[in-house]
């Protein structure tokens, strides 16, 4: 084995084996224009020789990209799940489908925790950018729902994707149909005969939560259904709130026979409630969720869900920030990702008595 196979070789090898520049070598590396094709043989040729696989760093070397994509997540729901081991699927979907989709064009993604009720937050996203140089951020919910953050990333002109975030603003926006996923759900269950169907929403902050809520009243009305306020209570996606929820729906002289609920925690808590109550699931009470992360596959009975496209969100929020280039999208529209209405054994037909 030479010498050179021993040790590490670097992109200054490169460049002192084809005669050139290391910016030369970091432009043929990230496949810029402009190299004229005698130097880009040469390159490419000492490349092959040395065996060199390019560092992150030697990359950067020729332009302005970093080849970085940053991640913002809410960082009192993150921590809060992973210390209640209560579960983080939706965390891991969506850095799944970003990695991925990094990898596959040699960037690299950095997932950083944010809070975004901080008086600061401006300072600490600020922080990160002038660290890492992201070449763009993907946010997540409610972070992209947030004028603060929104504002501070389109005057840095940091090009952003906001994941779940369907309404208008800069960015790209990249989400499923909210509205007409409660609809399906509601629909489903009415297609079992269903007319008491309770609805518990998600936590204000979430855009999303107030879309879920029109889909529901909509499927209620298109079927001729009362969608009242005795009907909906609000919760913030905490299993804590999803029982608080399901304890009043399935109470009083006219309970529901159904519950959609606008995440996984909150069905599966509603489960629990009907469980403790000696109610059957579904025979006394069928429960829909969204999202469907593993728990509602590994609940006895298995959860009807509607399944959210998490990871392939991410992985079109990080393809569009890499097209961009660094270079904020002036006019972009919304990426609207098909969702699915998983069907288990925790909906059924309503009871002819129900």
């Not at 729906?249 to 519950?259: C, D, E, F, K, N």
Request: proline share 5%; hydrophobic share 45%.
């Amino acid at each position: 084995m030479s010498p050179m196979r021993r040790q590490t070789v670097t992109i200054k090898h490169v460049a002192a084996e084809a005669g050139v520049s290391l910016q030369t070598v970091s432009r043929v590396i990230n496949k810029e224009p402009h190299v004229r094709p005698a130097v880009l043989e040469r390159v490419e040729a000492a490349v092959a020789k040395l065996g060199y696989v390019p560092s992150l760093a030697a990359r950067r070397m020729g332009g302005s990209r970093s080849y970085l994509i940053l991640a913002l997540n809410d960082r009192d729901r993150t921590i809060e799940g992973w210390q209640s081991d209560g579960g983080t699927d939706w965390v891991d979907q969506m850095l799944l489908g970003g990695m991925l989709k990094c990898a596959e064009h040699g960037y690299r993604m950095i997932f950083e925790l944010v809070d975004t009720h901080a008086a600061h937050v401006e300072r600490e996203i600020s922080a990160a950018i002038s660290s890492l140089h992201p070449d763009g951020i993907i946010l997540t919910p409610p972070h992209g729902d947030n004028p603060v953050i929104t504002d501070l990333l389109t005057r840095l002109r940091v090009p952003f994707a906001r994941i779940g975030s369907a309404g208008e603003g800069a960015g790209f926006s990249i989400a499923m149909d909210e509205a007409a996923a409660a609809a399906a759900a509601t629909d489903h269950l009415v297609q079992l005969g269903h007319s008491r169907i309770g609805f518990v929403t998600g936590s204000d902050e979430y855009a999303l939560s107030v879309t879920r809520l029109e889909g529901w009243r909509r499927a209620m009305a298109a079927a001729g259904l009362a969608a009242g306020d005795d009907l909906v209570r609000h919760g913030d996606f905490t299993f804590r709130s999803g029982a608080a929820a399901a304890e009043t729906l399935v109470s009083g002289p006219q309970p529901v026979t159904a519950i959609v609920a606008s995440n996984d925690q909150m069905a599966l808590a509603a489960l629990h409630v009907a469980q403790d109550r000696g109610l059957a699931v579904p025979g006394d009470l069928s429960i829909i969720s969204f999202d469907d992360t593993p728990i509602t596959r590994f609940s006895v009975p298995p959860l009807t869900a509607i399944a959210q496209p998490i990871a392939a969100m991410a992985s079109r929020a990080a393809e569009l920030l890499i097209e961009a280039r660094g270079q904020p999208a002036e006019t972009a529209e919304a990426s609207v990702l098909p969702f699915r209405l998983v069907a288990r054994a925790s909906t059924g037909p309503v009871r002819a008595d129900g």
